[in-house]
């Protein structure tokens, strides 16, 4: 956590500059605020997670990171399902899926089937909202998943 703390502080003296060398890596403020709520939900701290989530919101608006705003369902459906909010967490699984389901990705497709399986592993794959959802996503991706 200190080295995310340190990353902010310099973060944050840099938010506005345009990159306009490429003598160093810059990632935008929103980004580094989002390591710091990844860092959370790997921690199983999934309140704290959903707090720093709802701040996150508000740097990737004015930095119209979309990038970013792409993959935000995808840490709220995790930071939710921490807090063992199941059906919210679907919600925010579908909204992630929606998102990204036109890509056709192998990569982003992982990140929903690993999702399932905390699900699952956490003993929640018999309720109808998470069996409603995996009966969807399994049946439109079936075999169409570019490598």
Same mark, same amino acid.
């Given at each position: 956590?200190?080295? =995310? ?12 500059? $345009? !990159?306009?060398?490429? &003598?160093? !890596? ?5 980004? !580094? ?7 959370? =939900? ?5 309140? #704290? ?6 701040? =996150?919101?508000?740097? =990737?608006?004015? #930095? ?8 935000? $369902? ?51 794959? &018999?309720? $109808?909202? !998470? ?17």
């Amino acid at each position: 956590m200190q080295a =995310i703390n340190t990353a902010i502080a310099l973060a944050d003296s840099m938010r506005g500059l $345009p !990159v306009i060398t490429k &003598d160093y !890596v810059f990632h935008a403020y929103s980004a !580094v605020l989002e390591e710091k709520s990844n860092g959370l =939900i790997l921690l199983g701290r999934g309140g #704290e997670a959903f707090n720093e989530l709802q701040e =996150i919101d508000g740097h =990737i608006e004015k #930095e119209h990171n979309t990038y970013l705003k792409m993959w935000m $369902p995808l840490d709220y459906a995790q930071s939710f399902m921490l807090m063992g909010e199941i059906e919210t967490s679907m919600t925010w699984l579908e909204a992630f899926y929606a998102s990204i389901k036109n890509y056709k990705s192998a990569r982003l497709y992982s990140k929903v089937e690993r999702h399932l399986a905390q699900l699952d592993e956490s003993g929640y794959a &018999d309720l $109808p909202v !998470v069996k409603r959802f995996k009966n969807m996503f399994h049946e439109i991706n079936n075999d169409s998943i570019a490598e």
